[in-house]
């Protein structure tokens, strides 16, 4: 799969989509592209980009009734006109429009997992939060946590207080951040639920127009920016199943790897197995 040839200008390319310039809006194409570790893997999973898409526009439409978002109207009818000439697009495309991110990425999470064990085990906190003593692995918060970082252009992100951040944003605009990634987690973890999900913890990510108007950007409640276990296998006390990338992560966990460029090549075994995670996903949520 390739973007190239596109009468557009790219004015931006991140780990998985990459951003054309169409006037007053924004053509986002996701690619094949998988990263962990903020590193881009050499091979991607085909389909991918396809999957991280649709999943995105389902969950907007129900953000929506949340918060504004950055999806254009009649959305489906526009992205087919303006890639009639390149069909093989249209799935992978959303056009939206131009707005100023935020520095930061907000995260919710409502399980104990990742690096938030990690640092539950050193400190008995959930970075600035204070835990129950003797809580394990994948066991449910006793209330949702927002636990923002900083987007770092390269690197890795690292995280914030919510007084940092506030600081950061401005105490305004932080409360009906945080305010938001908290409805809008407990929506993707009910909805999720509904299909047998869980959703341990994700991330958002926001912007704002001229005016300041805050909006839902990017992707959202994708298997790229969310945790997503099994709900028949859940069990406290070990790592989860996923359906995520968490899979290509505990992979890479197994190799003498620094986590620094170049990645690994993924064995066609992990490919096949993340492209069924996603597709479980999708099919599970979506139906």
């Known amino acids: 799969m390739t973007v190239e040839g596109l009468p557009f200008k790219k004015i931006s390319q991140g780990k998985v989509r990459e951003n054309f310039d169409i006037g007053d809006e924004l053509l986002i194409v996701a690619t094949d592209r998988i990263s962990a570790f903020d590193v881009i893997m050499p091979n991607g999973v085909p389909g991918k980009g396809i999957l991280l898409t649709q999943i995105s526009l389902w969950w907007f439409k129900f953000a929506a009734e949340i918060m504004p978002t950055h999806v254009v109207e009649n959305h489906d009818q526009r992205?087919?006109?303006?890639?009639k000439d390149?069909?093989?697009?249209?799935?992978?495309?959303?056009?939206?429009?131009k707005?100023?991110?935020?520095?930061?990425?907000?995260?919710?999470?409502g399980y104990l997992a990742g690096s938030g064990w990690k640092e539950y085990k050193q400190t008995g906190k959930l970075f600035e939060f204070t835990l129950p003593a003797g809580m394990k692995e994948s066991q449910k918060l006793p209330q949702p946590l927002f636990t923002p970082t900083t987007k770092a252009a390269e690197g890795h992100d690292m995280p914030i207080t919510n007084e940092e951040c506030?600081?950061?944003?401005?105490r305004d605009v932080f409360d009906q951040i945080k305010t938001a990634s908290?409805?809008?987690y407990d929506m993707g973890s009910r909805k999720a639920a509904e299909c047998g999900i869980i959703l341990a913890d994700t991330k958002f990510e926001f912007?704002?127009?001229?005016?300041?108007?805050?909006y839902l950007i990017d992707e959202v409640l994708t298997p790229d920016s969310s945790r997503y276990w099994p709900?028949?296998?859940?069990?406290?006390?070990?790592?989860?199943?996923?359906?995520?990338k968490q899979y290509v992560r505990d992979w890479l966990e197994t190799l003498d790897w620094n986590k620094k460029a170049p990645g690994p090549v993924l064995p066609d075994e992990v490919v096949k197995n993340t492209?069924?995670?996603?597709?479980e996903a999708l099919s599970k949520l979506m139906g």
């Open 182 to 184: 908290l409805k809008l």
């Open 86 to 97: 390149r069909p093989e697009l249209i799935e992978r495309s959303m056009i939206v429009k």
């Open 79 to 83: 992205v087919r006109e303006l890639l």
């Open 166 to 170: 506030a600081k950061l944003l401005g």
């Open 207 to 214: 912007g704002t127009d001229n005016s300041g108007k805050i």
């Open 231 to 244: 709900a028949d296998k859940y069990e406290v006390g070990k790592s989860q199943p996923s359906y995520d």
């Open 275 to 279: 492209i069924k995670c996603y597709s």
């Open 99 to 109: 707005l100023k991110p935020m520095p930061i990425e907000a995260i919710a999470r």
